[in-house]
T-cell receptor, first 112, second 111 residues
Framework: KAGVTQTPRYLIKTRGQQVTLSCSPI?????VSWYQQTPGQGLQFLFE???????NKGNFPGRFSGRQFSNSRSEMNVSTLELGDSALYLC???????????FGQGTRLTVV | GEDVEQSLFLSVREGDSSVINCTYT??????LYWYKQEPGAGLQLLTY?????DMKQDQRLTVLLNKKDKHLSLRIADTQTGDSAIYFC???????????FGKGTRLSVIA
């Protein structure tokens, strides 16, 4: 069974630009969560989608948004990028009736 | 509020046992997890324990949970150089709530 796939693996963007990251969950998983990992703040929850609906949301500004498609694939978008948005963005999927979260390899975003 | 604390560094000799500790503040935590992160990689789920259990063993890994003290530990037996990584403790309240992570413990294994 293929794992969680995140694309792209690396991105370099300029301040003020926007970026879209993609996550394909494990087949059969309908819950997709996004986390931001930085050296200073550690792992912080962004949002979670289940069956195309946002089920939970972390404490991030409105520049961070996401969505989920009918095939459970998810995208997150960051608009008006700031230097502080440089981070590893991790996506995780969870099985139906399960509490385990399986993570992808992450997308390393660098804002210059 | 929710908080998960871990010591930042641990160094052990190859072949010894490693014990990584974690404390959490939320008594309503239902599941507690251990994840491993190698350089440049995502998080690998190692094991997890339900809050009504005291211990769980899986090959070289032993998880101990002291619910009264809100203390969780991960013991790695016969630690190998391939175990060098950052280990994260995490907790959730229920299946529909997000994971809350500690800052991670960097394990260095000396050959």
């Amino acid at each position: 069974k293929a794992g969680v796939t995140q694309t792209p693996r690396y991105l370099i963007k300029t301040r003020g630009q926007q970026v879209t990251l993609s996550c394909s969950p494990i087949s059969g998983h309908r819950s997709v969560s996004w986390y931001q990992q930085t050296p200073g703040q550690g792992l912080q929850f962004l949002f979670e989608y289940f069956s195309e609906t946002q089920r939970n949301k972390g404490n991030f500004p409105g520049r961070f948004s996401g969505r989920q498609f009918s095939n459970s694939r998810s995208e997150m978008n960051v608009s008006t990028l700031e230097l502080g948005d440089s981070a590893l963005y991790l996506c995780a999927s969870s099985p139906p009736r399960g509490t385990e979260a399986f993570f992808g390899q992450g997308t390393r975003l660098t804002v210059v | 509020g929710e908080d998960v604390e871990q010591s930042l560094f641990l160094s052990v000799r190859e072949g010894d046992s490693s014990v990584i500790n974690c404390t959490y503040t939320d008594s309503s935590s239902t599941y507690l997890y251990w994840y491993k992160q190698e350089p440049g990689a995502g998080l690998q789920l190692l094991t997890y324990i339900f809050s009504n259990m005291d211990m769980k063993q899986d090959q070289r890994l032993t998880v101990l949970l002291n619910k009264k003290d809100k203390h969780l530990s991960l013991r790695i037996a016969d630690t190998q150089t391939g175990d060098s990584a950052i280990y994260f403790c995490a907790e959730i309240h229920s299946g529909n709530t997000p994971l809350v992570f500690g800052k991670g413990t960097r394990l260095s294994v000396i050959a």
